[in-house]
């Protein structure tokens, strides 16, 4: 038999709305990076006019690293790993590989992926969620006790690099010793901030180029700053959180084995929930709040930001799952089925977030890049992630599938005539 795509009657309905709830906090955390220059969104040390931080930026902040920073991205990680585990379960299930299905899908998603990074906004994970997803998948075919051990091995891996991060970043300081970047730096746009700014994205030169490409163009020095900031995106995660990404993918393909989004795991859901809420809490508030009482210049506060933001990644998801596969489907529908469908069309919605707060920060559109500060940006986020919501909720009451879903599954399924029909119910 044809391998043919999941019917609407096999989707987990709690498992999508984990997924409409993921794009919330992913935003939460983009926003920062969209709408401010990548020094300052990396380093908010100051608000971007130079003025101090208001209480407002202030609780924004400890909010989205409280709660957001690196959690919810690890938790869309994991239902990627499971869906991935689950796609091939199913092509076993009829006698078949899960690669060649799989790879086409990976490499589609690699593909919109470069598109995404180089014409809309840097800050991509498609690219990287495609090399990822061949190791997930080569490791779908593994029993539990030797998914086990891998886990074990990169968990181990992501913690040892949480504390390399820490340790390099004291060090750097010291060899800097400390010093300010001349604020009054000459300004020049492109490739010749770059270089003035010694590639350095922390350089006040590279800072008001980079705010100057975007806000007002043109689309070239906005497309170099895009590649630039992707490259060493890409390189970082390589060596830092592509781990962190790769261990969730993995307890992905381990929680679908061991029944985790089941019904069989409802006992372990419940019996883990609290736990992992308060430990990954108390990790996650104990990173945040050097920096409140310290100051944001803190070396102390930054190099333990550094390592218990990737400690608490790696225990508040499996709370947010626990709770949400098991208490979320018995929510109100009218809140239910808005969140349950925008995990349905979560490609397509991942693409619109970056899509409309692109448009409302570029000189195309509003130009609001480099005047937003933490608080303004965090409402932006809710209230375009509302629109969206409203949006896919409104699309699938007429339409069987997402636009981009539709097209993943045409690439994914070719050949199929099942999975090529056409999008309206």
């Given at each position: 038999m044809p391998l043919t795509p999941v019917g609407s009657s096999e989707r987990l309905r709690s498992v999508d709305i984990a997924r409409g709830i993921a794009l919330l906090g992913i935003l939460f955390v983009n926003v920062r990076f969209v709408f401010a220059p990548f020094g300052l969104a990396m380093d908010p040390i100051v608000a971007l006019d130079g003025s101090e931080r208001t209480a407002a930026d202030s609780a924004a902040w400890t909010f989205v690293e409280t709660f957001c920073s690196f959690k919810f991205i690890s938790l869309f990680s994991l239902l990627f790993g499971f869906g991935l585990a689950m796609q091939a379960a199913r092509a076993a299930a009829q006698g078949q590989s899960p690669w060649p299905a799989g790879l086409r899908r990976l490499a589609s998603l690699a593909l919109v992926g470069i598109m995404h990074w180089s014409l809309v906004w840097y800050g991509d994970i498609l690219t990287l969620y495609a090399l990822l997803g061949v190791i997930a998948l080569a490791c779908t075919g593994l029993s539990q006790r030797s998914l086990g051990w891998i886990i074990a091995v990169v968990?181990?891996?992501?913690?040892?690099?949480?504390?390399?991060?820490?340790?390099?970043?004291?060090?750097?300081?010291?060899?800097?010793?400390?010093?300010?970047?001349?604020?009054?730096?000459?300004?020049?746009?492109?490739?010749?901030?770059?270089?003035?700014?010694?590639?350095?994205?922390?350089?006040?030169?590279?800072?008001?180029?980079?705010?100057?490409?975007?806000?007002?163009?043109?689309?070239?020095?906005?497309?170099?700053?895009?590649?630039?900031?992707?490259?060493?995106?890409?390189?970082?995660?390589?060596?830092?959180?592509?781990?962190?990404?790769?261990?969730?993918?993995?307890?992905?393909?381990?929680?679908?084995?061991?029944?985790?989004?089941?019904?069989?795991?409802?006992?372990?859901?419940?019996?883990?929930?609290?736990?992992?809420?308060?430990?990954?809490?108390?990790?996650?508030?104990?990173?945040?709040l050097p920096s409140l009482i310290l100051g944001f210049d803190s070396t102390a506060a930054r190099v333990t930001y550094l390592v218990l933001v990737s400690l608490s990644a790696m225990v508040l998801p499996f709370a947010y799952a626990a709770i949400i596969v098991e208490w979320a489907p018995k929510l109100p529908s009218f809140l239910a089925t808005p969140l349950e469908r925008t995990g349905r069309m979560s490609f397509t919605v991942y693409l619109c977030e970056s899509l409309v707060c692109t448009a409302l920060a570029s000189w195309w559109g509003l130009a609001w890049f480099g005047t937003l500060n933490d608080a303004q940006a965090a409402v932006t986020a809710f209230v375009v992630w509302?629109?969206?919501?409203?949006?896919?909720?409104?699309?699938?009451?007429?339409?069987?599938?997402?636009?981009?879903?539709?097209?993943?599954?045409?690439?994914?399924?070719?050949?199929?005539?099942?999975?090529?029909?056409?999008?309206?119910?």
């Open positions: 968990a181990v891996l992501v913690a040892l690099n949480a504390f390399r991060a820490a340790a390099l970043y004291a060090v750097g300081l010291m060899l800097a010793g400390a010093a300010e970047a001349d604020a009054a730096a000459t300004i020049e746009r492109g490739l010749e901030a770059m270089l003035e700014a010694g590639f350095n994205p922390m350089n006040p030169a590279w800072i008001e180029a980079e705010r100057a490409a975007f806000a007002e163009g043109p689309f070239l020095d906005a497309m170099l700053f895009r590649c630039v900031l992707f490259a060493f995106g890409f390189i970082a995660a390589l060596f830092s959180y592509g781990w962190q990404s790769l261990f969730m993918m993995l307890c992905g393909v381990y929680a679908f084995k061991a029944g985790f989004f089941g019904p069989e795991g409802a006992a372990f859901r419940r019996r883990i929930a609290l736990p992992a809420l308060l430990l990954g809490l108390a990790l996650s508030f104990g990173s945040a509302l629109a969206l919501v409203l949006f896919a909720t409104a699309w699938l009451a007429i339409f069987r599938i997402g636009p981009f879903e539709w097209l993943w599954r045409m690439v994914t399924y070719v050949g199929n005539t099942g999975a090529s029909k056409p999008i309206p119910a």
